[in-house]
Structures are given as structure tokens and as C-alpha cells.
Nanobody, 123 residues
Framework: QVQLRESDPGLVKPSQTLSLTCTVS??????????WSWIRQPPGKGLEWMGA???????YYSPSLKSRTSISRDTSKNQFTLQLSSVTPEDTAVYYC???????????????WGQGIQVTVSS
């Protein structure tokens, strides 16, 4: 019943900051006890959990991406946002926003997923 949809970031060039917004309907991002995550899948590779924000606004990040990642939310719009700075072509992937009852999500069996958005980093 809950629906999540990722925004289209448009053209993303190397060294820029990627910004993606997940718009949630059918449920509140402040409802206990859910975590709202960003997950990506590069071509030919597995799913990579990037980070999450809890229903109370606490953030969690993958150690490998922490230095470049920021997750925030706008409760009035029922949205949460991913910012990934200093992007390179290796950041090319399908990006998903996810609702789950656990912080780290690495399989599609768990949680509610957005459709995913293709992000290509290229000059």
C-alpha cells in the first residue's frame, strides 16, 4: 500500500553532487518503527546499501560511502533525500529508495521498494 518514487536527477557530471528525492505516499516517514534507506545497484554488480534515516531522524551510513553521503528528510512533504558528493562514473547505478523495519537492507525480499531510477555519471 505504501508507495515510494525516486526523482529524476537529470544530467550528472563527474565531480558534481547527486541529489535524489524519494516521495512517499500511503504512509508517513515518521511512523514507528521504520527506516528509510537508499540502495543502489551498479551494472553487473550486487545491491549496495548506502545509508538510511530513521522515523525519528537519526542517520546511518555505509562506512565506504560515509564521507560522501548525506541523507535528510522533509516531514512536511513526506520526503527523504540522498546527496552523494564528488561523483565519478563508478557511481553509475540504479538507485532505489526503500522502507524497511531494519536499518541495513541488502535484498529485495525485505521492505517496500521504489521502482528505481537509472543514474548515469558521465561528462
Amino acid at each position: 500500500q505504501v508507495q515510494l518514487r525516486e526523482s529524476d536527477p537529470g544530467l550528472v557530471k563527474p565531480s558534481q553532487t547527486l541529489s535524489l528525492t524519494c516521495t512517499v505516499s500511503g504512509g508517513s516517514i515518521t511512523t514507528k518503527s521504520y527506516y528509510w534507506s537508499w540502495i543502489r545497484q551498479p551494472p553487473g554488480k550486487g545491491l549496495e546499501w548506502m545509508g538510511a534515516i530513521s522515523y525519528s531522524g537519526i542517520t546511518y551510513y555505509s562506512p565506504s560511502l560515509k564521507s560522501r553521503t548525506s541523507i535528510s528528510r522533509d516531514t512536511s512533504k513526506n520526503q527523504f533525500t540522498l546527496q552523494l558528493s564528488s561523483v565519478t562514473p563508478e557511481d553509475t547505478a540504479v538507485y532505489y529508495c526503500v522502507r524497511a523495519t531494519r536499518v541495513v537492507v541488502t535484498a529485495t525480499d525485505f521492505g517496500s521498494w521504489g521502482q528505481g531510477i537509472q543514474v548515469t555519471v558521465s561528462s
